[in-house]
């Protein structure tokens, strides 16, 4: 019963390796908006709360990057102009690698026992990208893009005289979200913002 609208729009699936990251990269986020009672009519069909998320619009003078490693991922962002105080960009991904460090540890395990393999895999991915352009003084253009997937699967094998048994188990979820927005300044006192989803 909560919404969580990234840009306007509804995510579902909120979190990374069942509950312990959540989807959204801190480097990407402008602003965060949590409204938790008395939210108004246009959030309708949720009964709790609501927690507005905009990404960053990305720099319109000056080309800014950020990278980040870890022991479980890495992330980098950039962001910049792309027309000078006209159009601009932000890109920014993260992604988890313990599915590559674990492999020389199982090919070492799977070689004492030349009759059984197993490959276990766990990792998760996001991206999020973002382009702002100002038409002229009372119209702007903004596209976003939100990908993030989480892959979790288990693959072994055992052979023996008789037989071969496999067994390849897996789960996987994600989200994709695209929006375009253009928002018109009609007067000094009224706008609108039109999005398409």
Request: proline share 4%.
């Amino acid at each position: 019963q909560n919404l969580i609208l990234l840009d306007g729009v509804p995510i579902y699936n909120v979190n990374h390796l069942f509950g312990f990251f959540s989807v959204f990269n801190a480097d990407a986020i402008s602003n965060v908006s949590l409204t938790k009672g008395g939210f108004p009519a246009r959030y309708g069909g949720r009964l709790s709360s609501v927690l507005e998320i905009n990404m960053k619009e990305g720099n319109l003078r000056e080309f800014h990057g950020d990278a980040t490693a870890s022991i479980i991922a890495s992330k980098i962002t950039l962001e910049g102009p792309l027309i000078k105080d006209k159009a601009s960009f932000m890109v920014s991904g993260r992604r988890t690698y313990l599915d590559l460090l674990a492999k020389p540890f199982l090919a070492n395990i799977n070689a004492q026992d030349p009759d059984f393999s197993t490959s276990p895999t766990y990792y998760f991915y996001d991206m999020n990208a973002k382009v702002n352009y100002k038409v002229d003084k009372n119209n702007r253009l903004y596209l976003s893009h939100f990908q993030g997937k989480d892959d979790f699967g288990v693959k072994s094998e055992q052979s023996s005289i008789q037989n071969t048994n496999k067994i390849d188990f897996g789960l996987d979820w994600q989200n994709s979200i695209t929006a375009a927005r253009w928002n018109h300044q009609w007067s000094p006192k009224l706008f609108s913002n039109a999005i398409a989803t």
